[in-house]
């Protein structure tokens, strides 16, 4: 019964850090305003993934005893094993780009859709610190939170339902349906890389390859990044191509990955608390799919009725 009444104080934390979320994103508007979110971007995002994101996940180790080197599985992670998953998710991150553009794709059926893209860093010292606040701080915060905690919590459900989960929850705390697919995607494979190697690092090493090759993708295409494409069938066609010829490397990749991890991968735990609709419907997780849906509907709607 452990592992039951863990995941449902995991999921107040989950309450706790999208209502302490939401209020901030709220709060910052009305009292300073967008025009002075957007002056001090970096800033914002950095208090946003120490304060709200890894600090609540700290406390709640430390409230409930637990040791975070065993809990978060803190151990080394070894180069040819680190090599292989820059590898995976350089070429996951365009499949990752493309469902998010498919979406996009979609939801211009029903009107114009803007595309929030991370910022084009004007010079060196903006592309450093966007390196440091949007690839680096999420890749230790966030990974403390959702593959360190919500992973861990339930993979004594089973492993692969605990990958599913952590990525849902993951997919949704960006709170944007233009970019739910490709966090969903990313989130189930950064979860398959924690559970070959048995430790965190390969969760923060995937996740700041990825953020980093958005932000290295932007900084080498600020020239072009002003100019707006409409996508069409054939662009599509085209992107889904490309991202299937990746799909096959990826492939090639993940049975390397998995042939070189074969003598860490834990044994099946016994799973004496299976997920029951008790816990996954659990009433602070239905307020964090409740208030994703009517974000969803919103912005759905502006769309619909400009």
Same mark, same amino acid.
């Given at each position: 019964?452990?592992?039951?009444?863990?995941?449902?104080?995991?999921?107040?934390?989950?309450?706790?850090?999208?209502?302490?979320?939401?209020?901030? =994103?709220?709060?910052? =508007?009305?009292?300073?305003?967008?025009?002075?979110?957007?002056?001090?971007?970096?800033?914002?995002?950095?208090?946003?993934?120490?304060?709200?994101?890894?600090?609540?996940?700290?406390?709640?180790?430390? #409230?409930?005893?637990?040791?975070?080197?065993? /809990?978060?599985?803190?151990?080394?992670?070894?180069?040819?094993?680190?090599?292989?998953?820059?590898?995976?998710?350089?070429?996951?991150?365009?499949?990752?780009?493309?469902?998010?553009?498919?979406?996009? /794709?979609?939801?211009?059926?029903?009107?114009?859709?803007?595309?929030?893209?991370?910022?084009?860093?004007?010079?060196?010292?903006?592309?450093?610190? =966007?390196?440091?606040?949007?690839?680096?701080?999420?890749?230790?915060?966030?990974?403390?939170?959702?593959?360190?905690?919500?992973? #861990?919590?339930?993979?004594?459900?089973?492993?692969?339902?605990?990958?599913?989960?952590?990525?849902?929850? /993951?997919?949704?705390? +960006?709170?944007?349906?233009?970019?739910?697919?490709?966090?969903?995607?990313?989130?189930?494979?950064?979860?398959?890389?924690?559970? #070959?190697?048995?430790?965190?690092?390969?969760?923060?090493?995937? +996740?700041?390859?990825?953020?980093?090759?958005?932000?290295?993708?932007?900084?080498?295409?600020?020239?072009?990044?002003?100019?707006?494409? #409409?996508?069409?069938?054939?662009?599509?066609?085209?992107?889904?191509?490309?991202?299937?010829?990746?799909?096959?490397?990826?492939?090639?990749?993940?049975?390397?990955?998995?042939?070189?991890?074969?003598?860490?991968?834990?044994?099946?735990?016994?799973?004496?608390?299976?997920?029951?609709?008790?816990?996954?419907? +659990?009433?602070?997780?239905?307020?964090?799919?409740?208030?994703?849906?009517?974000?969803?509907?919103?912005?759905?709607?502006?769309?619909?009725?400009?």
């Amino acid at each position: 019964m452990r592992s039951k009444s863990l995941a449902i104080k995991t999921n107040y934390l989950i309450l706790a850090i999208v209502a302490i979320y939401l209020i901030s =994103q709220l709060g910052a =508007q009305f009292v300073f305003g967008d025009s002075w979110i957007k002056q001090n971007l970096y800033l914002f995002l950095a208090a946003i993934q120490i304060f709200i994101i890894f600090m609540p996940a700290v406390f709640f180790v430390k #409230r409930l005893k637990l040791d975070p080197v065993v /809990f978060l599985r803190i151990r080394k992670i070894t180069v040819p094993e680190a090599f292989l998953i820059l590898l995976m998710i350089v070429t996951a991150n365009f499949i990752a780009s493309f469902l998010n553009t498919f979406v996009v /794709f979609l939801l211009e059926l029903a009107g114009s859709v803007k595309v929030n893209g991370i910022p084009v860093p004007a010079n060196i010292s903006d592309l450093w610190i =966007q390196i440091l606040v949007i690839a680096l701080l999420p890749s230790i915060c966030e990974e403390f939170f959702f593959r360190g905690i919500i992973y #861990r919590v339930f993979e004594s459900m089973g492993s692969w339902k605990a990958i599913g989960i952590s990525a849902f929850y /993951f997919a949704l705390f +960006h709170f944007d349906i233009r970019n739910l697919l490709g966090p969903l995607f990313l989130g189930m494979l950064i979860a398959w890389c924690c559970y #070959r190697t048995g430790t965190i690092f390969a969760g923060v090493i995937a +996740h700041f390859v990825n953020n980093l090759t958005a932000v290295l993708a932007g900084w080498f295409s600020r020239d072009l990044a002003s100019e707006f494409m #409409r996508l069409t069938w054939d662009t599509m066609r085209q992107m889904f191509a490309f991202a299937c010829f990746l799909g096959i490397v990826l492939l090639i990749l993940l049975n390397s990955f998995k042939a070189l991890t074969e003598k860490k991968v834990p044994k099946r735990l016994p799973q004496s608390d299976p997920p029951t609709l008790s816990i996954l419907l +659990h009433w602070p997780v239905c307020f964090f799919y409740g208030t994703y849906l009517i974000i969803c509907i919103m912005f759905v709607t502006s769309i619909c009725l400009p």
